[in-house]
């Protein structure tokens, strides 16, 4: 399957899920990743908001708030394919002007400098266990991740997000743990390891 077949297939097998189901996975996945040194370490978490069938990121926010971490939100340059980030403290600083995102206003929000950024949670659709994705096909965060080689990188996933291998291009960078509802997969190591099950 090509990647544009992938992502249509797999948004099709997310909206099938039972709600009940993917409330059980989610709870099982904030868990591991809470207890994630990457997630313990950081204090200055970049994270999408999330919006119809992706992993549900605001418990993920709030947890970061809860422990008085700082939370750093994407905005996209639709003409260069950029993003930046900016800091989010409230709902009121969101604006939805681009593809139904929830986006940070910029005239409300304090931007955020890579450098700063600690740990970055990375959205996709399909996985594979070398830590490749399939995204929203925007090419957003293979451009942002070209450009930073030391960030920590993190990915949430359904188990049914899981294949064994993903066609990968040039440009595509591996996230650098995946956390399914089962276990995390060190990606970069290749080395699978279960130790929060
Ligand atoms: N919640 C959430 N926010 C996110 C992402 C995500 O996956 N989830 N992104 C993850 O990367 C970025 C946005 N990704 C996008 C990926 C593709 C297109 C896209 O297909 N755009 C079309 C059409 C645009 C239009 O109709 O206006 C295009 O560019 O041709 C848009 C955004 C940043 N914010
Ligand atoms: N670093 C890069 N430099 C130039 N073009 C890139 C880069 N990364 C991705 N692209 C281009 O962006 C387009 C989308 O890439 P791809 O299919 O890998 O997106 P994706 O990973 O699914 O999306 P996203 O990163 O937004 O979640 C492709 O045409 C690809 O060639």
Known sequence: MDKDALRKEWKRRLSSLSEEKRNEWLHQMYDKLFSHEYWTSSQ??????????????????????????????????????SLSFYQFNDDDQLESH?????????????????????????????????????????????????????????????????????????HDIPVGVIITSDKWIESRKKSENNRFQ
């Open 44 to 81: 200055i978490i970049g994270v999408t908001v999330s919006i119809g069938n992706e992993i549900d990121t605001r418990p993920i926010i709030e947890q970061a708030w809860k422990e008085g971490k700082v939370v750093a939100i994407p905005k996209c340059n639709p003409i260069n394919k």
């Open 98 to 170: 681009y593809f139904g995102l929830k986006e940070p206003n910029p005239d409300l929000c304090e931007k955020i400098h890579v450098s700063d950024m600690d740990l970055l949670l990375v959205p996709g659709l399909v996985f594979d266990h070398s830590g490749y994705r399939v995204g929203h096909g925007g090419g957003y965060y293979d451009r942002f991740l070209s450009k930073e080689n030391d960030l920590l990188t993190a990915a949430l996933c359904f188990e049914m997000q899981l294949v064994e291998n993903l066609p990968h291009e040039r």
